[in-house]
């Protein structure tokens, strides 16, 4: 269902695709295929600028990336620099305190 949605926006020959969560309910390869649609879409010209949780999707997918935490730019930049951002991490793994706090 979600690949033929992308293929409908597609069809229009968009310069900007907005893609909301598009990796959602796929397996690790169906997310990896979507990501290397990504690329080739970007490839090609096309602006491709998404939200998605699947981590190793966006960082197969993209050449920039921009973090938030509850609305707010916490990094953006080059994607591997950006995982390894301290804030990234904490925002999305937390730390070992708050961790050990729920046990």
Same mark, same amino acid.
């Given at each position: 269902?979600?690949?033929? +949605?992308?293929?409908?926006?597609?069809?229009?020959? %968009? $310069?900007?695709?907005? =893609?909301?969560? %598009?990796?959602? @309910?796929?397996?690790? !390869?169906?997310?990896? /295929?979507?990501?290397? =649609?990504?690329? @080739?879409?970007? *490839?090609? @010209?096309?602006?491709?600028?998404?939200?998605?949780?699947?981590?190793?999707?966006?960082?197969?997918?993209? $050449?920039?990336?921009?973090?938030? *935490?509850?609305? &707010?730019?916490?990094? /953006?930049? &080059?994607?591997? /620099? !950006?995982?390894?951002? %301290?804030?990234?991490? &904490?925002?999305?793994? @937390? $730390? +070992?305190? &708050?961790?050990? +706090?729920?046990?």
């Amino acid at each position: 269902q979600r690949r033929l +949605e992308i293929a409908r926006a597609l069809a229009a020959h %968009p $310069t900007l695709l907005i =893609l909301d969560e %598009p990796a959602a @309910g796929m397996n690790h !390869v169906e997310a990896l /295929e979507l990501a290397a =649609l990504i690329r @080739g879409l970007a *490839d090609d @010209g096309v602006t491709v600028l998404f939200i998605e949780h699947n981590v190793k999707m966006v960082l197969d997918a993209c $050449t920039r990336l921009v973090v938030l *935490d509850f609305g &707010e730019v916490i990094a /953006e930049g &080059e994607p591997r /620099e !950006v995982a390894a951002d %301290p804030r990234v991490v &904490e925002a999305y793994l @937390g $730390t +070992e305190h &708050e961790e050990s +706090e729920h046990v």
